[in-house]
């Protein structure tokens, strides 16, 4: 073993699988093999050519988990041998943020999978810091999805959802239906979840939302089913101006609004306008900050079930036709799982 495949785009439209050496890890870093790495929407987004911050050749695929083959000499905290799931960042450990424990914010962020590490690769390079053990009873590909799930759990907990609160998501991509079912355990008595792919809508249903499926009509059933009054919490998953102004018609005044979806057009001022007067919280949420643990326990309590969000699997020899899959809308899978040692 003195090489390893990985992936790496070159252009637009093709994922090219280099053999790259091997190496010891870092004094700080674990070495895994990659057992299952799931496929992100930002990774489409790369590799359409569209995304906005990465120019090519640059590796992709930062949703992985796997077993730890290595460690580097200041590794306190994992073995050879455990079973973990991994943060996709680099932290400089010493600005404002990070010495505050918002590593999320800091001021010299990069991501792994901008920097040459690959998720979609037969082994992977993690800070231990950010490679989190999984229970017995999480396998690889739940393990692989914990980076989207925390994505959603940040979420989630910026909206601060008290028992009985009325809740309504917009989408129905895997971050929504997450959004769905953590709405639902956080204890939200209605739960709407709006979209329009019938797969992804029998799962919201089966997670315990109402799925409406969205239309011009959707803020009036919302509303009827609200006494009129509007939903305490919505979540805004989508990211086009239609939503957000949605957002602000269907949330009660005095409600919250967590805005996940990431805008490629301006719009008007409008749903803010809507916001003011509504006196609606209008929160940002991006990425995750200690969420990866608490994900984890979620899914080892047995509370969220994320297999029905696995719809396909692919070898890393066929990663080109499994983002090909992604990219066209019919079939849609929801989550698709690169499995780098099976043919
Ligand atoms: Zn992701
Ligand atoms: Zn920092």
């Known amino acids: 073993m003195s090489t ?12 090219e ?14 070495l895994l093999k990659t057992e299952s790495a799931a496929v992100c929407g930002g990774d489409l987004h790369m590799f359409r050519g569209r995304h906005p911050y990465v120019k090519f050749p640059c590796t992709i695929g930062h949703e992985v988990a796997g077993v730890v083959v290595a460690v580097g000499k200041d590794v306190s905290k994992l073995k050879v041998g455990d079973r973990v ?86 989408g129905d991509g895997p971050i929504a239906l997450m959004m769905g079912c953590l709405s639902v355990v956080s204890g939200a008595s209605k739960v709407f979840l709006a979209g329009h792919h019938d797969k ?34 919505t979540f805004e998953a989508v990211g086009v101006p239609e939503t957000v102004r949605l957002a602000m018609e269907i949330t009660r005044r005095g409600g919250k609004a967590i805005i996940f979806g990431l805008f490629e057009e301006d719009f008007s001022a409008k749903p803010i306008l809507d916001a003011m007067t509504k006196e609606i919280e209008v929160i940002g949420s991006n990425s995750y900050c200690w969420d990866f643990q608490r ?49």
């Not at 692919?314 to 990663?319: H, V």
């Open 200 to 233: 992804n809508m029998k799962i919201a249903e089966n997670y315990g939302c109402i799925p409406v499926y969205s239309d011009e009509k959707t803020k009036d059933y919302i509303l009827e089913n609200t006494d009129g009054i509007g939903v305490d919490v």
């Open 85 to 170: 799931t991994a943060e996709p960042f680099m932290t400089c450990g010493e600005c404002y943020w990070c010495k505050r424990g918002r590593y999320d914010y800091c001021q010299n962020l990069k991501l792994r999978y901008k920097n040459g590490y690959s998720g979609f690769g037969e082994y992977y390079y993690s800070d231990e810091q950010f490679t989190h053990k999984l229970p017995d009873n999480v396998s690889f590909d739940v393990g692989s999805l914990m980076e989207p799930f925390a994505c959603s759990v940040h979420a989630v907990r910026k909206g601060q959802i008290n028992l009985g609160d009325t809740v309504c998501v917009l």
């Open 295 to 343: 994900g984890i326990q979620l899914v080892s309590s047995g509370k969220v079930n994320l297999n029905p969000l696995i719809t396909d699997h692919y070898p890393l020899s066929r990663i080109n036709e499994a983002l090909a899959a992604k990219n066209t809308s019919a079939g849609r899978p929801i989550k698709i799982i690169i499995k780098p040692w099976e043919e």
């Open 17 to 30: 699988l280099e053999q790259v050496e091997i190496r010891e890890p870092k004094d700080w870093e674990v």
């Open 4 to 15: 390893f495949t990985r992936g790496r785009i070159f252009e637009a439209g093709r994922i």
